[in-house]
């Protein structure tokens, strides 16, 4: 056997040797969590008698856990810690979900599943899209005119929900198109800002925002902007256009304040909500109280008092979280955030191009900065906004958008994974090579 052919059979043994090192982990923590929402699926649902929504959801959700993060590494290169995170929250949106409105004639439990099942296809699609898209060029033409027309059509047909016209009624499903169009304006930003290219991405946001304002949206205004502005000091390093851009929202929030009634009640409840506890005041406190009530340890799952608190299945299923669960457990729910962060932020400066490491950036971003919001809202450290908290709160649109900012990520991942293989691909060749002229 040639020197060539022995250091070949090396390689793939120390290759093989790594993967089943990589995997045993892996296996190990997924079926934790399988586990885990299998045996409290089946607590829950067990009233005297077994409830088949629970034994349902007890079979399919980690099923789907299964699907996610075991057979998607299979078919692409994927981060399998940002896989199983992830996962494990939307299999927590679907449980509390679930305990809150079982017996109440409500099914929020099975749609949130369904919705789930949805967002692992939309995931697969962004992954296929980003791993084999190579003309970038059309497509974020065509995706920036579908955006704009899908993001204004709110303004002709939509309906209007606690106070915001952003959302369309599809055979009676309503679908908040805002939530999809993010997914567009990262690849917009992420194009143009990679290429030099000032006037198309900045034209694109200025409508989105003018359109969001139009619509009194300002949560998803604040992340759209939020978003921008930080991947543009990143693709730039422009501190001077930074300041600027952030003043400019700091005026723009003083005039949201001075135009719109329910931004000046939001900042007095955020103040002091307990001067109206029982009108305006009254889902902020009724929040904080969720939160003391459950303690370091939480008072247990199902139990509790979360329909007390008004949208409690969207803006604030955190603090149903920690009533229930307790603040432990709440402090690793932010962990498994930040560790999503950190691979985000991870895999975006490992990226080889400029295009694939902004859109890497720009999902991290906006899953970081949406967090941030809805959890420093429902705790008071900031104003809140209605937007919802990723992978756990109730709603279609919402659940696989996130899915789908996760699949970004992860297609950038698995580009990342096969370039590292073709790099030391190349360095045993030329190690081999070296080898042999030595001989």
């Not at 679907?94 to 929020?108: E, K, P, Q």
């Amino acid at each position: 056997m040639s020197r060539r052919s022995q250091a070949r059979a090396e390689a793939r043994r120390a290759a093989q040797s790594a993967r089943r090192q990589r995997r045993r982990p892996d296996r190990m923590l997924v079926s934790a969590i399988m586990l885990f929402f299998f045996t409290a699926f089946l607590l829950v649902s067990f009233n005297g008698e077994l409830e088949w929504e629970g034994f349902a959801l007890a079979v399919i959700v980690p099923v789907l856990i299964r699907l996610s993060t075991m057979w998607v590494p299979r078919l692409f290169p994927a981060d399998k810690l940002l896989l199983a995170i992830a996962n494990f929250l939307c299999a927590l949106g679907v449980l509390i979900l679930y305990t809150t409105d079982r017996g109440a004639g409500t099914s929020r439990g099975i749609q949130q599943a369904i919705y789930y099942g949805a967002g692992i296809i939309a995931m697969l699609a962004c992954i296929f899209v980003v791993r084999y898209v190579r003309r970038w060029g059309f497509l974020i033409k065509v995706v920036m005119l579908g955006a704009a027309a899908l993001l204004a059509l709110p303004l002709a047909i939509g309906t209007e929900q606690n106070g915001a016209t952003n959302w369309i009624n599809i055979g009676g499903t309503s679908v908040q198109p805002s939530e999809l169009v993010k997914l567009a304006l990262l690849l917009i930003l992420s194009w143009y800002m990679s290429r030099r290219r000032f006037l198309p991405w900045f034209a694109f946001a200025v409508f989105s925002l003018l359109v969001l304002m139009l619509q009194q949206d300002l949560g998803t205004a604040l992340m759209y902007y939020g978003t921008t502005l930080m991947l543009f000091y990143a693709s730039s390093g422009n501190l001077f256009l930074t300041g600027l851009g952030l003043a400019g929202g700091a005026g723009a929030a003083v005039m949201g304040y001075k135009m719109f009634a329910h931004v000046k009640k939001r900042v007095a409840i955020w103040l002091n909500p307990w001067s109206d506890y029982e009108n305006s005041g009254f889902q902020i406190v009724q929040s904080l109280m969720a939160i003391a009530s459950g303690g370091l340890f939480g008072v247990g799952l199902g139990l509790g008092s979360p329909k007390t608190i008004p949208v409690y299945y969207t803006d604030f299923i955190f603090a149903v979280i920690c009533e229930q669960f307790g603040l432990i457990f709440g402090l690793c729910v932010l962990l498994m955030y930040v560790a999503i962060i950190w691979r985000g932020a991870t895999t975006a400066m490992a990226a080889r191009t400029s295009f694939h490491g902004l859109l890497a950036m720009g999902c991290t971003i906006m899953l970081g900065l949406q967090t941030f919001v809805i959890i420093g809202g429902v705790i008071k450290m900031i104003p809140l906004t209605g937007v919802t908290m990723p992978f756990v709160s109730y709603g279609g649109t919402s659940l696989v958008s996130s899915l789908c900012l996760v699949g970004l990520l992860q297609g950038v991942a698995s580009l990342n994974d096969d370039d590292l293989k073709e790099d030391t691909r190349l360095a045993m060749l030329g190690s081999t090579e070296d080898e042999e002229v030595g001989a």
